[in-house]
């Protein structure tokens, strides 16, 4: 595959031992529908003691090449607030087998498509943390932590806030030896459960990929004799199944 432009998540110390909390996220690429401002994230605690979770978001912009960076988030023009996307609450506490739920609410224009990098990360609660906890129960928890050899294991996830004019336009070049998938809309798209397979074994496959293809980006594959070539375009809503044999 060339020219292939993905964005992934990713997870910081994915390791649990023993005790402790244990954070999940659910999926890691979550998207604001053009019509919509907020959004409601839940965070779920499978671990033997509660999780203090701090929410951090960071915006990704691309350049010309389709390089990647993530840069803080700057005030809006004439206002303290923060332009873009920001969690509220920010501070979680999460009880041992239960759940807590954040609202991600996005401020700012519409007029085009963003990304942001939203960060769930479990931390001992200090007094900066803001978290509603005593001395006492500060040290204890930490105690608790420490007996259960416990590592604390947060998640990343891609936020992807839609223009409020949504437009897909997907265009399909079916050439002798390539494929090609062109998103000339505006909101990117899923190439989704891309699957390489022998033709007739649809067991006999490469790994299975998930592929988001941004505004003017293209994913394309070369047509390969005896294969055939199976996913799901994703634009919005509305899915459809493909199959490409050479």
């Not at 803080?72 to 969690?87: E, K, T, Y």
């Not at 992807?160 to 909101?187: C, Q």
């Not at 006999?204 to 070369?222: A, E, I, M, Q, W």
Request: glycine share 8%; proline share 4%; aromatic share 10%.
């Amino acid at each position: 595959m060339k020219r292939v432009l993905a964005v992934m998540g990713f997870c910081l110390l994915a390791h649990g031992v023993q005790a402790g909390p244990s954070i999940n996220v659910g999926v890691v690429y979550d998207y604001l529908d053009g019509d919509k401002s907020t959004y409601l994230k839940r965070i779920f605690n499978g671990g033997t003691s509660t999780a203090f979770v701090k929410v951090e978001i960071l915006e990704i912009v691309y350049d010309a090449q389709g390089a990647a960076r993530e840069i803080p988030l700057q005030s809006q023009p004439d206002s303290s607030a923060r332009d873009g996307l920001i969690a509220s609450p920010a501070r979680l506490i999460v009880p041992a087998n239960g759940m807590q739920g954040t609202r991600l609410v996005y401020l700012g224009e519409r007029d085009r498509e963003r990304y942001f990098r939203v960060r769930y990360i479990p931390v001992m609660p200090e007094k900066e943390d803001a978290f509603a906890v005593s001395e006492e129960e500060r040290a204890a928890y930490q105690n608790t932590l420490q007996a259960g050899v416990s590592v604390l294991a947060g998640y990343g996830t891609v936020f992807f806030v839609r223009p409020k004019d949504t437009r897909y336009d997907t265009r399909i070049e079916n050439g002798g030896a390539h494929y090609t998938l062109r998103n000339s809309g505006n909101s990117v798209i899923e190439v989704d459960e891309f699957k390489n397979c022998v033709a007739g074994k649809p067991n006999d496959c490469h790994p299975t990929t998930k592929n988001h293809v941004l505004p003017g980006r293209v994913f394309s594959f070369d047509k390969q004799a005896g294969r055939e070539y199976r996913f799901k375009l994703v634009e919005g809503a509305a899915r459809k199944d493909y199959v490409v044999k050479e």
